[in-house]
């Protein structure tokens, strides 16, 4: 049954009533009844999603019911969100009414009351969204922020600020600090640790718990003894630090290995990082022993190369931690390809900016020719999946030319497109250049 708004007069008292289709009046008489106006049109809604917003009693003394029209005209008190919500409990919400989703909106300040809930329940939690994702949701109670499922039940600890999930997890801020919470956990113990990252790596996670970090499983089972930070696994280890000193720990029995440094970074290729008495080194993945003959700075190995830095020199060993000699520059090609590869995709990535086509086509020729120059010796060095990259970057660029055709001036990404351009100027200056040994081919000709 439809129904519309009417004042009526019952023993010298005016008040508002509802009409139905069957043309009898319903409702027990209140003093104001909310209309919801549409921004583009005159048409006033006053019943939607079966409910209706009155008023009893007077503005100054008065409050606001929601009235279940399809239900009997049972009248639900909302003033409690009101109060806590909007400082007042006299004055009429700004309700957006959804007419497609159980709920309704106080768009001021942005909560919603859940209509399933209040009908199954009497009351309404103030929730922050309009929709579950994942099966939550979350609501604002006592000062904090709850994850509440679809039977209405409230999970976590109480966080300063909470959103939706995504992907199994998401944020939340507790003690002016930002962490993660897991999902799963949530659904089986109602509660969930705080994660410091948004997933597992090597079938961990790290957690924090009572002032110290721990390693936690998939099935929520904590291993370690505590620790002041630690990092995520690599190969097997991750970094940890302890008393003011950092380790290794293994993913088998967590417990500590090295000699305590300084500081560390993750294993690659079987070696790792280790600062000890302001110098970095070295340490494998077997004994943690130092190696190297101490470096200002080091870098990951990749395949079986890494990058340091000695004073104002920075070169490559490799994994006997020797320096290796460019007499044929593959190695700076490889270095100037990594250099270029990231910046050709940083650029192509961002939709927001336009290319003339003279620039496509630059960039397509210096992207593949001067790789070109190098493609036996290359091959020899291991960088074929490079060159696969780079070709894949260069069919991006191409399916692109039309929608890049035009360049503009977006002072965002200047910076970029300087890189950009300075890389590839070089990198033409050195396609200019010929080998040695081919000059000396063309002169003894």
Not at 111 to 131: A, F
Not at 256 to 282: M, N, P, T
């Amino acid at each position: 049954m439809e129904f519309k708004v009417v004042k009526r007069e019952f023993g010298g008292i005016r008040k508002y009533y509802f009409k139905g289709s069957d043309g009898k009046i319903y409702g027990e008489g209140y003093d104001n009844c909310y209309f919801y106006r549409e921004k583009m049109g005159r048409k006033r809604l006053t019943v939607v999603e079966g409910f209706a917003l009155v008023r009893k009693g007077d503005e100054i003394t008065g409050y606001w019911y929601l009235v279940d029209v399809d239900n009997g005209f049972k009248l639900y008190d909302i003033n409690a969100h009101m109060q806590s919500l909007c400082g007042t409990g006299d004055v009429a919400p700004i309700f957006d009414w959804v007419a497609t989703k159980p709920f309704l909106e106080h768009r001021e300040n942005c909560w919603y009351i859940n209509i399933k809930e209040l009908r199954k329940t009497g009351s309404s939690h103030d929730y922050k969204y309009d929709e579950y994702r994942e099966g939550f949701n979350v609501v604002y109670e006592n000062g904090k922020y709850y994850f509440i499922d679809e039977d209405f039940k409230l999970h976590g600890e109480g966080y300063d600020e909470a959103y939706f999930f995504s992907g199994g997890f998401t944020v939340v801020k507790k003690d002016g600090k930002g962490y993660y919470v897991n999902r799963e956990e949530i659904k089986k113990t109602g509660t969930s640790h705080l994660y410091k990252y948004s997933g597992y790596r090597e079938g961990f996670n790290v957690v924090y718990e009572n002032d110290q970090y721990y390693f936690i499983d998939e099935d929520f089972k904590l291993h370690g003894e505590g620790y002041d930070y630690i990092d995520d696994f690599e190969e097997g280890f991750a970094g940890a630090k302890k008393a003011g000193k950092w380790y290794f720990v293994d993913d088998k029995d967590f417990k500590l290995h090295g000699e305590g440094y300084d500081e560390v970074y993750a294993f690659s290729e079987g070696f790792a990082g280790a600062k000890k008495a302001g110098k970095w080194y070295f340490v494998d993945d077997k004994d943690f022993k130092l190696h190297g003959e101490g470096y200002d700075k080091v870098y990951a190995f990749s395949e079986g190369f890494a990058k340091v830095k000695k004073g104002e020199q920075e070169y490559t060993i490799n994994k006997n931690f020797e320096r290796i000699k460019r007499n044929n520059q593959i190695m700076e090609d490889v270095d100037y390809l990594q250099e270029a590869k990231d910046n050709v995709k940083s650029i192509v990535g961002i939709p927001a900016i336009r290319f003339s086509d003279d620039f496509v086509n630059k960039l397509k020729a210096i992207v593949l020719n001067y790789y070109e120059k190098e493609v036996e010796e290359a091959k020899s060095n291991k960088v074929e999946a490079l060159r696969s990259e780079m070709e894949y970057i260069k069919k991006i660029i191409d399916e692109k030319k039309e929608q890049y055709s035009e360049k503009v001036a977006d002072p965002n990404y200047q910076s970029l497109l300087k890189q950009a351009q300075s890389l590839f100027e070089k990198s033409e200056e050195k396609s200019e250049e010929k080998p040695e040994e081919n000059l000396d081919e063309e002169q003894s000709d």
